[in-house]
Each structure stands twice: as structure tokens, then as C-alpha cells.
């Protein structure tokens, strides 16, 4: 065991971990923060995507040794009032179905809207490919993803 401090969602958390600990049960099992979610281990869902200084990153591929003091946030740290324009538009949208993969398909299109504020169609299918929904609710995640430019360009940070 090793000892680390994370900086998440602006905080610092100290834990004692193995090295190779993937950073994604580092968030859930060391500091309770479940909203990051499991989905296949391997890198290939995106369900466990979180931000590494602003990069969204497979939780689940990156060792909690190579986090180093770049910066962590997760879906707890988008907004905790969710009054984020992507968490506004999910829930006025209704996008996700069972929701499992929605923290980490939210967290990718972040990233998104940060280099392309009013992404085009062709923009979002390439910056969420990496992303699977079980549900398929893809058209309804896109959609979302344009809901929440406007949001976002037109200053409405409240419902």
C-alpha cells in the first residue's frame, strides 16, 4: 500500500492505496464516489469517463500512481446543484433510459462543448463514438448535447 493525495472536484483526498489501483475504484471504493461508473474495465465504454486537467480520461485504465497532481473531476464535480447546462438539458430532455452510462457519456460531451461551444452533428458522433448506451438513446443524447449549447450560450444557468 501506498499512500496519495488526489485532487477531485477541487478538493484534496488523501487514501492509501496499491499503486496499479485504477483510478475509477479509487473514486468508488476508497472515497465513495459512486456516480463514476463501472462498465466494462477495459477502456471501450466510457462509462467510467472522467476529467484528468480538463481531458476526458477511462477512470479505469489510469493507475491512481500516474494521477500524479493533475487535476480530477467527476460527474460529482460537473455541478452538485446539477444546474450545469448539460445536467439541465439530460433532465429536461429526458435523455438517458436506465441512465448507467449517462455520467460518463455527460462527462465526454463537457469536453466537448469546452472546444466546440456550438458543435456541429458530425462534431458530436466523433467526440461520443467512444461512448456505448446499451439503450441506444444516441439521437436523444445528441440532442441533448445541442440543448445544452443553447443553454450555455444563452446564459441560462437556472432552471
Known sequence: MSKYTLHINGKAHAMEVEPDTPLLWALRDSLGMVGTKYGCGLGQCGACTV???????????????????????????????????????????????????????IMTACALLKQHPKPTDAQIDEAMAGN????????????????????????????
Open 51 to 105: 476529467h484528468l486537467d480538463g481531458t476526458p480520461t477511462r477512470s479505469c485504465l489510469v493507475p491512481v500512481s500516474a494521477v500524479g497532481k493533475q487535476k480530477v473531476t467527476t460527474i460529482e464535480g460537473l455541478d452538485a446543484h446539477a444546474r450545469h447546462p448539460l445536467q439541465q438539458a439530460w433532465q429536461e430532455l429526458d435523455v438517458p433510459q436506465c441512465g448507467y452510462c449517462q455520467a460518463g457519456q
Open 132 to 159: 456505448l448506451c446499451r439503450c441506444a438513446t444516441y439521437m436523444r443524447i445528441r440532442k441533448g448535447i445541442h440543448r445544452a449549447a443553447a443553454i450555455a450560450a444563452n446564459g441560462k444557468d437556472k432552471k
